[in-house]
């Protein structure tokens, strides 16, 4: 299966401290859902700043349909990558509609304006995701589960092959969260869309990823499918648990 993106070899750290993260390689598979996993404070946000192009490597470098991606425009890396932040900037009496189309800006001209092939993939999209009923609501006025999916909506405004997402369940009941995902796991099968998200819920995670990046305590990157790190230890070996247990529909730690 192609790679639509991947790192080789990189390195990652802030000024002279120790690294981050350290020699780290995995594809990023088109067309899936991928989650970034690993434990508190191992590196995840800092690798996706890396991904999108907001900080710099090291060492090593990043392929985006094999070219390097400090090597595109920043006019084309948001024709090709898009990021997802936890959380919406205050814009007071914004539409979800209007935030939304602001996905569209890398394709308007200079003053932003929307045309109407702009329009009719907004359209789509708000029904695809079944937000209808947000549509017209101030942002304020949403629910924190709410607010994920028109974040999300708007990622895939953007229309760009590769969405990226930092905690885009961190804050939203577990009941919005399966939501979310399962939104996202129809994008990647229905779409083509080839996503990935860092997560702390491994049980949500694994009952949708397809692959997953595991942040190791060497800190380098160990990637499978879930099956396939559970049933080699990685995942124990990083989380430290014994008796993990993965079920048709669940994944967590038998009891003791």
Known sequence: MKALLEIQNITLGYGLNEPILLDASAPLKEGRLTALLGVNGIGKSTLIRAMVGMMACRSGKILMDEKELFQLSLADRSQKISL??????????????????MGRHPYTNWIGRLMKKDQQIIDSVIESMGIENLALRYLFELSDGERQKVIVARALVQDTPVIVMDEPIAFIDPVASLELLD?????????????????HDIGATFMYADDVWLIDNDRTIISGTPNALIENGSVEAVFGKKGFELGQNTVGFKPC
């Open 84 to 101: 997802v932040k936890t959380s919406l900037p205050d814009l007071g009496y914004m539409t979800a509609q209007d935030f939304i189309g």
């Open 183 to 199: 939104i996202l796991k129809k994008q990647c099968a229905d779409n083509g869309k080839t996503i990935l998200f860092s997560s």
